[in-house]
T-cell receptor, first 118, second 112 residues
Framework: GAVVSQHPSRVICKSGTSVKIECRSLDFQATTMFWYRQFPKKSLMLMATSNEGSKATYEQGVEKDKFLINHASLTLSTLTVTSAHPEDSSFYIC??????????????FGQGTRLTVV | TQLLEQSPQFLSIQEGENLTVYCNSSSVFSSLQWYRQEPGEGPVLLVTVVTGGEVKKLKRLTFQFGDARKDSSLHITAAQPGDTGLYLCAGVVYNQGGKLIFGQGTELSVKP
């Protein structure tokens, strides 16, 4: 089945530094990828929609300058948490769909990235 | 803004009991999906329901999509400790590239 690889799975960084998280579709093309944030024992909160070759669409309340998204190819989207602070510590998850299939099909999720800002 | 209300958010039951999780919305979705998530991992799709009134079964799990495509339920029969986990419903939004709106999730604990 289709696989989405997310890297790194865990990262610890110092407050004020930036962290880049990668999301790759390994065996399919994805013109659209999605980035979610999840707090412990809570549901997934959609942060933004990553569009290949164009600007990402951010959900209300998500700072676009804080969470930079780049979708430079059909198989790779990156989320950069800039000037990270402890309150940015969370579980970040990406998902992608095969662009050749209709919208009513499975979204494949990455393994998630546990970010801890100290 | 489309919202999905999922309930209950926490459920602790004994092995062998039955349970039902509900997802409700005032909005119509293209389809609705149910996921299960283990700690530290991404969600894994259990089922997609597309047609209003549709019922799908996956072993001891029964999924139903409301006639108006605004609500769904997950029923587990004779729950087992292996069913323990976070269950998430997600609505697929029309014409937005596969965008999903997730419910709050249900943390299920099945005790032996």
């Amino acid at each position: 089945g289709a696989v989405v690889s997310q890297h790194p799975s865990r990262v610890i960084c110092k407050s004020g530094t930036s962290v880049k998280i990668e999301c790759r579709s390994l065996d399919f093309q994805a013109t659209t990828m999605f980035w979610y944030r999840q707090f412990p024992k809570k549901s997934l909160m959609l942060m933004a929609t990553s569009n290949e070759g164009s600007k990402a669409t951010y959900e209300q309340g998500v700072e676009k300058d804080k969470f930079l998204i780049n979708h430079a190819s059909l198989t790779l989207s990156t989320l950069t948490v800039t000037s990270a602070h402890p309150e940015d510590s969370s579980f970040y998850i990406c998902s992608a769909r095969d662009s050749r299939i209709s919208w009513n099909t499975e979204a494949f999720f990455g393994q998630g990235t546990r970010l801890t800002v100290v | 803004t489309q919202l999905l209300e999922q309930s209950p958010q926490f459920l602790s039951i004994q092995e062998g009991e039955n349970l039902t999780v509900y997802c409700n919305s005032s909005s119509v979705f293209s389809s609705l999906q149910w996921y299960r998530q283990e700690p530290g991992e991404g969600p894994v799709l259990l089922v997609t329901v597309v047609t209003g009134g549709e019922v799908k079964k996956l072993k001891r799990l029964t999924f139903q999509f409301g006639d108006a495509r605004k609500d769904s339920s997950l029923h587990i029969t004779a729950a087992q400790p292996g069913d323990t986990g976070l269950y998430l419903c997600a609505g697929v939004v029309y014409n937005q590239g596969g965008k999903l709106i997730f419910g709050q999730g249900t943390e299920l604990s099945v005790k032996p």
